[in-house]
């Protein structure tokens, strides 16, 4: 991401693409190397029906390049919203596989799969309808770091749904907002907040599940929050986007109602946001406009507002945006068919 002028065509020891049969949509960077120079990257199509795909990709940082695994293919229902491999693969499992061959994938439902050498393993799956072995459709889901055993999804039903993946047993579903649930994100072992189209950020506490937070609502009412994004190594500051705007929205959850920054230069609608897993002031952002925007947060914001310190442009819209503390010096893009590895 050095010149702002530069086109999908960068130089390879830039950027790395992967063209795939069909538009991309979900994906994943593993934090648990297969090898010192390999990293497994999982991508999901978005196929307007049943049958989808879920490729996982081998990327050699020192070769540059992105190569699929035929063999861990495997077939999804319907596009998953979401995946995302073990958060600490160094920790210990209820059985005998290994954390870092963990995948989860949300869709109809919360799943969990198992990377083995050659082949994909369908471990588990979470629904959580008493009624039927239909449950409403998930937006999206977290996994806890911190207490790996935890994942939380959203769901168009307007809940949040706890989930003990290791009992296989709901810790705790709440009703998390007025209308649908657009995305969830973990702060610490038991606090997380979640995004709807009733336009609010609430923060919620296991330890006093009756009550939550509202740090945030949208300017205009029932303006749907689409994306939340908690920053990792300040948990005093989240971002949350807006539907069809291009702003992005800086929050402080000292100083509810308040936006501490509105980062205004993307060209059309922003589709993903992503902290720097290393850094507590860097922020990428990526929208329709093609751009992925690299952003550093300054202590004092100035009167006209703050400029991004880098930018790039794919050839279309940008759908999804990963920055995995994996691999800190390459951020995941994916636009149409493609994925992209930019260098930092």
Not at 91 to 100: I, K, L, N, V, W
Not at 210 to 224: A, G, K, L, R, V
Not at 296 to 322: F, H, K, R, W
Request: aromatic share 8%; net charge negative.
């Amino acid at each position: 991401m050095e010149n702002s002028t530069q086109e999908s065509n960068l130089r390879s020891e830039i950027c790395v693409t992967y063209d795939s049969p069909y538009p991309i949509y979900a994906m994943a960077v593993t934090n648990a190397a297969a090898s010192p120079h390999l990293r497994r990257i999982a991508v999901g199509s978005f196929i307007e029906e049943f049958n989808n795909r879920v490729d996982i990709l081998s990327f050699d940082h020192d070769a540059l390049s992105l190569k699929p695994t035929p063999s861990l293919s495997f077939d999804h229902p319907y596009p998953p919203t979401k995946l995302m491999f073990h958060p600490t693969p160094s920790a210990s499992t209820s059985t005998a596989t290994s954390a870092g061959n963990l995948l989860a994938s949300s869709g109809d439902c919360l799943r969990l799969w198992e990377l083995r050498d050659t082949s994909i393993e369908p471990i588990s799956v979470f629904n959580n309808s008493k009624t039927s072995e239909f449950c409403a459709p998930l937006t999206s889901f977290d996994w806890n770091e911190v207490e790996p055993r935890r994942i939380g999804t959203s769901s168009i039903d307007t809940t949040c749904t706890i989930w003990d993946i290791e009992k296989g047993v709901v810790e705790t579903q709440l009703i998390a907002h007025d209308k649908e649930v657009y995305d969830i994100a973990w702060g610490e072992a038991g606090v997380f907040a979640s995004v709807s189209a009733d336009g609010s950020v609430r923060i919620f506490d296991l330890r006093d599940k009756e009550h939550s937070t509202i740090i945030y609502e949208s300017p205009q009412p029932d303006t749907p929050l689409l994306r939340l994004a908690w920053n990792k190594q300040d948990l005093r500051y989240m971002a949350t986007i807006l539907m069809d705007s291009n702003k992005i929205v800086i929050l402080d959850i000292r100083s509810p109602t308040m936006p501490v920054a509105e980062l205004e230069r993307h060209q059309a609608s922003v589709n993903a946001i992503a902290w720097a897993p290393q850094s507590c002031r860097h922020i990428c952002s990526a929208g329709d406009d093609g751009q992925a925007l690299l952003w550093e947060l300054p202590t004092v914001a100035g009167p006209n507002g703050i400029d991004p310190i880098s930018m790039y442009t794919a050839g279309a819209e940008i759908n999804q945006l990963q920055w995995s503390a994996a691999q800190s010096d390459w951020i995941s893009i994916a636009f149409a068919n493609k994925l992209q590895l930019l260098k930092v």
